[in-house]
């Protein structure tokens, strides 16, 4: 026993400062090279105080989780508080649990916040009393902080909280460090540094020309490099593989071009009323009435009923809505489930199914069992447990998974590498979700994506916009949500659509439109472009710095 | 360590701690655990108190330690009725394996072993009479180097209580002997000439000695950071604090709660504690050790050399 305990001593021991140990004890999985060099950068250059500026999907998390791994194997971090969204806790968690062995715990009871040492904790729980002034009399070896933009404001409850947190190490996560002001930049910096870049009235002066325009830019740069770290997808050290697209085009069938043009004239009479009325409550439904229409009947019968069960007795809009239930009756088949069916036979590996309605992925679901395609369901109102349990059944036992949700956190797919539209979102951003859940770091083959569209319908015309206009689908657009909230800063981006389609009175008016908002589209990116100019150029005046040392 | 070492540590860890062993590949070991074993590993205080009150017969857990998860046995499938056998992945950085770590650190802190006496000697003991035992203290530092990052090592250190020699490397010089817990017969100790706190003093001595001449480059640099950590923060708040004066001449107040004085207090603490070198030193165990014959020169060095 007493030379085990020498052996034991042995192999903990830390055999020079510079080295990292974590790597050679995480078991069951890699980081990527660009998390290694950060959490590298992190530890031996910055001094465990940093943003970590990562765009989304990079692994910010796990490079959180090596910085703090290491220092728990130094010893020199006992006491470690992450706070993050509530809605991350759990997540966090597991991650640190499991991939990285840390013995992490949510926050629940009081006796908490002293009683265990690695604590997650969501950052509103924790600024409020009595939880406030517990924290805030700990010393803390080291504080990490997700979606650390809501520090940006340093006259906010959440800036003064953070700040006054003792606090050795300290990781700020978030992947907008500027999103519409330079000093939000400055504030952060502060939390981890105060002092890196002066006092805020001569940060003003030095560094800023303009709320967006920053001036000195080289210098600022130097500075910004010492204290934060941003990988972007762009970036030549992280790579991806590619992805080839595929745009299916279908004819409907009689039954369904029926239905179609019934549902849209519809709509356009509903939309006009609506609109010389001057009533804009109703137009929600059409629009998502006219989005359904793409998909399966199902979704639009339920919406008519929903419409139906609305409109007041005498009106004579229930009886076009009657007429139509009339034309979905006679709608035997789906030629896009068809297509479906026979895409994934070809393709025979795992695939991703994606549509934005319930009832067509009841029906899909249906559909694909009777076809002997095993399938599981995935769905935003699914509770954690059960979003696992579904990933893990699509893992290892089902060829198909058919999910209406894309966005929010936690699935990651990347074991598959096939993803089928069934019908395509209007909104770019969720186009690049779905499509980032199995096109992300990780995903070793390429990644085939399927659109189905229907020919002569307004899908067709989306489609032309978001693929050919803005080219989402082929590349990875940076700053997506920046310049999406540019574009819509008057209206949004689905509303515009919508009205395009509803008052263009051809096929050519509606095109010149959509022309129009493409045009729209790539002059926002390319003014978000050179704003974020400025923040990644810091990282590369970093990693250059970086090599001349080494 | 290696996957090959940490089976090695958990074996020899297993065997010292009385566990049977049922099943054994390079890969997994399936072990009966003992008793000592099944209470610092398993994590049943409350059973381990039933146990002790009532004097029932413990019922230990037979358990699998898995080296190599892909070449060990795979587990029954999970169903009714099927044998539930707990599982444990024991890898470098795995909680287990710095579980027993821990057991380990807390079992083996302090020994008393007397040198077997080997069998040819016996007829010369017959004839000189009892055989004299020297005794040497051992004890293992860990020598921690602290500053915004961590370095330490292990300093095995031995001091023969007869001669005040002191010695380094005394692990290595141990373990070339046999070693018994039990006096063996026709043996006794010599009454060592200095006394055990006598002779750790003499110990620390020497390691001070040691780190005053060891090689500081590490905290000069921790240091020079510290500097210019601390020079920082004294400048921006000594801004912020001339930005105050002026802002109090203005209508606008500071908020009392964070003023910016409180706000360098703590930031200038969170740098001390951060960057400030200094070395830690701690006693990891100790250990008597009785041999027979000159310590210093025994088997170990000469095989060495």
């Avoid at chain 2, 958990?10 to 390079?26: F, K, N, Q, T, W």
């Avoid at chain 2, 020497?206 to 090689?215: A, F, P, V, Y």
């Avoid at chain 2, 240091?223 to 001449?249: G, P, S």
Wanted: glycine share 6%; charged share 30%; with cysteine.
């Amino acid at each position: 026993m007493f030379r085990l305990a020498v052996e034991a001593e042995t192999a903990s021991l830390v055999p020079s400062f510079d080295t990292m140990l974590c790597l050679s004890r995480l078991s069951g999985f890699s980081p990527m090279p660009h998390q290694i060099e950060t959490a590298r950068k992190v530890l031996f250059e910055m001094r465990g105080r940093a943003v970590l500026a990562d765009e989304v999907g990079l692994g910010k998390t796990i490079e959180a989780g090596l910085v703090l791994k290491e220092y728990l194997i130094r010893g020199l971090v006992r006491k470690a508080l992450i706070l993050v969204p509530a809605s991350l806790v759990l997540q966090w968690v597991r991650e640190l649990n499991q991939k990285f062995d840390i013995p992490a715990v949510a926050h629940k009871k009081e006796y908490m916040w002293t009683g265990c040492d690695i604590l997650v904790a969501s950052l509103d729980t924790a600024k409020r009393a009595p939880h406030r002034d517990i924290v805030l009399g700990i010393d803390y070896d080291m504080l990490i902080v997700d979606e650390a933009h809501k520090l940006k404001n340093d006259r906010s409850a959440n800036y003064r909280f953070v700040n006054r947190i003792r606090k050795k190490y300290c990781l700020l996560l978030t992947a907008t460090p500027v999103q519409n002001d330079l000093s939000e930049l400055y504030n952060l910096i502060t939390v981890v540094k105060p002092g890196q870049l002066g006092a805020q009235d001569r940060f003003r002066e030095t560094f800023m020309l303009d709320r967006r325009v920053p001036k000195n830019e080289e210098r600022l740069r130097g500075e910004i490099a010492k204290v934060m770290i941003r990988n972007r997808r762009g970036d030549g050290d992280i790579e991806f593989t590619r992805r080839i697209v595929r745009n299916v085009r279908l004819e409907l069938s009689v039954d369904e071009r029926r239905l179609y043009d019934g549902v849209t004239d519809f709509v356009r009479n509903r939309y006009r009323e609506a609109k010389s009325s001057g009533s804009s409550g109703s137009m929600l439904p059409l629009l998502v009435l006219q989005r359904e229409v793409c998909s399966s009947r199902d979704a639009v019968f339920l919406t008519l009923v929903r419409m139906f069960a609305k409109t007041p007795q005498d009106s004579p809009v229930r009886q076009d809505i009657l007429s139509l239930v009339e034309l979905i009756r006679l709608v035997q088949a789906n030629t896009k489930a068809e297509k479906t069916a026979e895409l994934l036979r070809e393709c025979g590996d795992k695939a991703v199914v994606f549509t934005e309605y319930r009832a067509t992925q009841e029906y899909l679901l249906q559909f694909l069992k009777e076809r002997g395609i095993a399938a599981v369901p995935y769905r935003g109102g699914m509770n954690r447990g059960k979003k696992d349990w579904m990933t893990d059944l699509f893992r290892n036992r089902a060829q198909v998974m058919v999910a209406t949700e894309a966005g929010g956190e936690g699935i990651n797919l990347q074991f598959c590498n096939h993803i089928i539209n069934f019908d395509l979102p209007w909104n770019p951003m969720r186009v690049e979700q779905r499509i980032g859940r199995v096109h992300r770091v990780g995903q070793t083959r390429d990644v085939y994506i399927f659109n189905l569209t229907t020919a002569g319908t307004i899908e067709e015309h989306i489609l032309t916009l978001l693929h050919e206009k803005i080219n989402l689908f082929e590349r990875v657009i940076g700053g997506l949500d920046a310049i999406l909230e540019r574009l819509e800063s008057k209206t949004p981006w689905e509303a515009n659509l919508f009205r395009l389609a509803m008052e263009a009175e051809s096929d050519d008016e509606l095109r010149a439109g959509l022309d129009r908002l493409g045009k729209a589209f790539r002059d926002a990116e390319r003014l978000v472009k050179s704003e974020r100019a400025l923040s990644t150029g810091g990282v590369r005046l970093a990693a250059r710095s970086g090599e001349n040392q080494s | 360590m290696n996957a090959e070492q940490v089976r090695s540590f958990v074996m020899r860890y297993l065997e010292a701690s009385g566990c049977r062993i049922l099943d054994e590949s390079p890969a997994h070991a399936t072990v009966k655990l003992s008793p000592e074993a099944d209470k610092a590993l398993t994590n049943r205080p409350y059973y381990w108190g039933f146990v002790e009150r009532t004097g029932a017969e413990p019922e230990t857990v037979t358990m699998m330690f898995v080296f190599d998860p892909d070449r060990a046995p795979p587990p029954p499938l999970p169903g009714p009725g099927a044998p539930r056998m707990p599982r444990e992945t024991v890898a470098f950085g795995s909680r287990m394996l710095s579980r027993l770590f821990d057991v380990v650190r807390q079992c083996g802190r302090f020994v008393q072993l007397y040198e077997e006496i080997p069998a040819r000697r016996e007829t010369r003991v017959r004839r000189d009479g009892p055989q004299p035992l020297g005794t040497v203290a051992v004890v293992n530092y860990k020598i921690e180097y602290v500053c915004d990052m961590k370095r330490n090592e292990l300093v095995s250190l031995a001091i023969d209580l007869n001669s005040g020699r002191i010695l380094e490397n005394a692990m290595a010089r141990l373990a070339g002997r046999r070693w018994t817990p039990k006096l063996p017969p026709d043996a006794y100790v010599a009454a060592p000439r200095l006394s055990l706190a006598r002779a750790l003093d003499e110990l620390e001595m020497w390691l001070e000695t040691r780190l005053k001449q060891s090689d500081c480059r590490w905290a000069a640099e921790a240091y020079a950071r510290w500097l210019d950590e601390t020079a920082r923060v004294d400048a921006y708040y000594a801004e912020l604090a001339d930005d105050a004066v002026n802002r109090k001449r203005g209508e606008e107040q500071q908020t009392p709660e964070d003023d910016a004085s409180e706000q360098y207090e703590r930031r200038k603490a969170e740098i001390d504690r951060q960057y400030k070198p200094r070395i830690d030193v701690r006693a990891v165990n100790a250990g008597l050790f009785h041999p027979a014959g000159d310590f210093g020169t025994g088997r170990s060095e000469r095989g060495e050399s």
